[in-house]
């Protein structure tokens, strides 16, 4: 397979994550209508990416489970003209994320974008806070790196592989990183992995791989906290380029700061 060559090419990729949406389009979570945040945040994507190739749901989509609060999702995703993809996160339940994708592409697990490979994995265990790969999905990876040819790959699921800083949030992230990371340290292809899951910005570098996440669309978790920590600033997406060499360059948008105010004093959720 031949790639497009053109370094200066790109394409965009947004992220939008952690919205929590509930059957009712009043449906607070911490005080933020989770709703009218998600809609403000595609306004943003809206004002800001004039033209994006592909959207990401990675995961707590819904708070509720509910065949609804998927609707509201497409309802606002889909103002975005671009093709979707989404995964379960620990709040959705894949049934009916799995309902609510019928007759499309969107749970399918890879992607493939000019010079880019996206592959999407599930890490949601039924009934459970934290992410596992199961073999599956394990075996989904190494094939989906198999066949990428030249490509260069994004991965993209909802738990964080690595620690990232807060004593509450690193118990919750993928059980079996090893795995996970066992398997990417073996591909010079893998450029990128991003998630969600910790409402809040993360970036690092790990073997020439950068690991990100983005903040939720709703309620944001303070960095670095020990215990559960709500933070106040403002919900947002992260946006990337993706160029055909396989470099890529990244950041995140947030809404304005005095649209969304959460209850500072809750303790969870
Ligand atoms: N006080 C808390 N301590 C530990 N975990 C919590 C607390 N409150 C909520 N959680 C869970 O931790 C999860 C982290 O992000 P989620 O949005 O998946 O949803 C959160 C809850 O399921």
């Not at 943003?44 to 707590?60: A, F, I, N, R, Y």
């Not at 493939?112 to 075996?139: H, K, M, N």
Request: glycine fraction near 6%; aromatic fraction near 8%.
């Amino acid at each position: 397979m031949v790639v497009p060559n053109n370094s200066n090419k790109s394409t965009t990729i947004v992220q939008i994550t952690d919205s929590h949406l509930f059957q009712e389009k009043d449906g607070c979570l911490l005080g933020i209508s989770t709703y009218s945040s998600l809609r403000a945040v595609i306004d943003k994507v809206l004002s800001e990416q004039p033209d994006v190739h592909l959207v990401l749901g990675t995961g707590d989509i819904s708070q509720d489970g509910t065949a609804s609060s998927y609707r509201h999702f497409i309802e606002q995703v889909s103002r975005i003209d671009a093709p979707l993809r989404w995964m379960a996160g620990n709040h959705d339940v894949n049934s009916v994320l799995h309902s609510s994708s019928a007759a499309t592409q969107w749970l399918q697990p890879i992607y493939d974008l000019d010079a880019w490979r996206i592959i999407l994995l599930d890490s949601s265990v039924d009934g459970s806070v934290f992410g596992y790969l199961t073999p599956e999905q394990l075996q989904l990876l190494e094939q989906a790196l198999d066949t990428a040819e030249e490509r260069h790959v994004l991965i993209a699921l909802h738990h964080h592989p690595v620690p990232i800083g807060c004593a509450w949030l690193n118990n919750l992230g993928l059980r079996n990183a090893d795995e996970f990371l066992a398997i990417t340290d073996r591909y010079s292809s893998v450029k990128g992995v991003i998630w969600g899951h910790i409402h809040q910005e993360f970036e690092s570098l790990r073997n020439d791989v950068h690991l990100l996440s983005a903040p939720s669309t709703c309620v944001q978790f303070k960095p670095q906290s020990i215990d559960f920590a709500v933070d106040d600033c403002a919900p947002g997406y992260r946006w990337l380029k993706l160029f055909n060499d396989g470099r890529f360059s990244t950041g995140v948008s947030r809404v304005a700061a005095d649209l969304f105010h959460p209850d500072m004093d809750v303790t969870g959720y």
